[in-house]
């Protein structure tokens, strides 16, 4: 079985940061591709950013300049530092992982950027 823990997630005032983290574990060979997610209420789920195993990213438009994605592979771990943080981004926000074949999503952290 695998699964995903994420992390990191809370309340913070616009201009501020926080850094997610998400944690992989279970029956897992070999990480391909680690990503975010983030969905606010009423809106569809949009990829954030990700990286591969060797370390290129991609990122939304929304959050270049501004979010950093980096994976420790020996560890299973993805972290997503947030910068200067705008109430647009608040969201839940969900680990991706594939893995084999096969998608693992995490449960959420909940960010919340409001004065």
């Known amino acids: 079985q695998v699964q995903l823990v994420e992390s990191g997630g809370g309340l913070v005032q616009p201009g501020g940061s926080l850094r997610l983290s998400c944690v992989a574990s279970?029956?897992?060979?070999?990480?391909?591709?680690m990503g975010w997610y983030r969905q606010a209420p009423g809106k569809e789920r949009e990829l954030v950013a990700a990286?591969?195993?060797?370390?290129?990213?991609n990122y939304a438009d929304s959050v270049k300049g501004r979010f950093t994605i980096s994976r420790d592979n020996a560890k299973n771990l993805v972290y997503l530092q947030m910068n200067s943080l705008k109430p647009e981004d608040t969201a839940a926000y969900y680990c991706?992982?594939?893995?084999?074949?096969?998608?693992?999503w995490g449960q959420g952290t909940q960010v919340t950027v409001s004065s």
């Open positions: 279970g029956s897992i060979f070999s990480i391909n591709v």
């Open positions: 990286i591969t195993r060797i370390g290129t990213t």
């Open positions: 991706k992982i594939s893995f084999g074949l096969h998608d693992y």
